[in-house]
């Protein structure tokens, strides 16, 4: 799932927790047809888990799925809802705002124990104590409020449930123009411009002008930790040797963080 937030706010009852938290309105650019053909073309779209780099870094955190509830916090195309599905999760619900996102998910992973819903992360909303794992990839750095999702999710899980998500790492979508910068010797580098400096961000992939989150790693950790979750692992993904020696074009991202996956407990 990704947004664009946009100025606009509403108030939104946060689950079943009886807050109401003040909610910025999002666009779902996902359901704009260019954007999302061009989304198809992505090798984690076309090869799914197999196609995103940092999955076995999170594989490695999630353990064992049998007998679990979880909740795929903007599951795309639905690729871990099958995966956790297939590995003996007891039930799947995958969230995501694009209903074009929510067909293929429909079509192409489906499972007697998985449900899609169409759900605003915005706008979020849990039953309380329902599920033994949240799980995210590559959605919160697109939501304006993570606090109130952090919230929401904490008291979705039972006591003892984890909260296992990966965002865009804050020194990735750090700079005002994200490019990398060649010296003289041809080596790059990847500029950060205030880091400290959180709020909004805009950049143009796929479309122009696709609003990001910045917050720095602390902002993120404490966060979780001020709701009552425990952090158990962070990890700042960078490529194995073994996957720059199958795809030479990771080296590059060798140089910097690209994501960063974090591993809470209730």
């Known amino acids: 799932m990704r947004v664009i937030a946009l100025g606009l706010a509403s108030r939104a009852l946060c689950g079943r927790c009886r807050l109401r938290h003040d909610r910025p309105v999002t666009q779902n650019i996902y359901d704009d047809p260019r954007f999302f053909a061009g989304y198809a073309q992505l090798p984690r779209s076309r090869r799914g888990l197999d196609g995103a780099p ?3 870094s999170l594989r490695a955190l999630l353990g064992d799925m ?13 690729w871990f809802c ?9 039930r799947v619900v995958g969230l995501d705002v694009s209903s074009r996102m929510l067909a293929v998910a429909r079509a192409k992973n489906s499972g007697s124990v998985i449900t899609y819903k169409r759900a605003d992360l915005g706008q979020l909303s849990l039953p309380p104590a329902a599920f033994d ?46 490019k990398w910068v060649m010296d003289a010797s041809g080596r790059a580098s990847w500029p950060v411009d205030g880091y400290s400096s ?33 952090i158990r692992q962070v990890h700042e993904f960078a490529p194995s040797p073994d996957q720059v020696a199958a795809q030479p074009e990771l080296q590059l991202e060798c140089e910097r963080p690209m994501f960063l996956i974090v591993s809470a407990q209730r």
């Open 54 to 56: 940092e999955w076995p």
């Open 133 to 178: 794992l949240a799980f995210s990839s590559l959605a919160l750095h697109y939501v304006s409020d993570f606090a109130a999702v952090v919230r929401c999710v904490h008291a979705s899980l039972v006591a003892g449930g984890r909260f296992i998500f990966s965002i865009e790492h804050p020194i990735y979508m750090t700079p005002r123009t994200p």
């Open 198 to 230: 959180e709020g909004p961000r805009t950049t143009d992939w796929l479309a122009d002008g696709v609003v990001k989150q910045h917050r720095t790693i602390a902002s993120t950790l404490n966060t979780l930790i001020g709701v009552g979750f425990a």
């Open 66 to 78: 049998r007998g679990l509830r979880i909740v795929d916090l903007g599951c795309g195309y639905g």
């Open 82 to 90: 099958r995966w956790a599905s297939d590995a003996g999760a007891r």
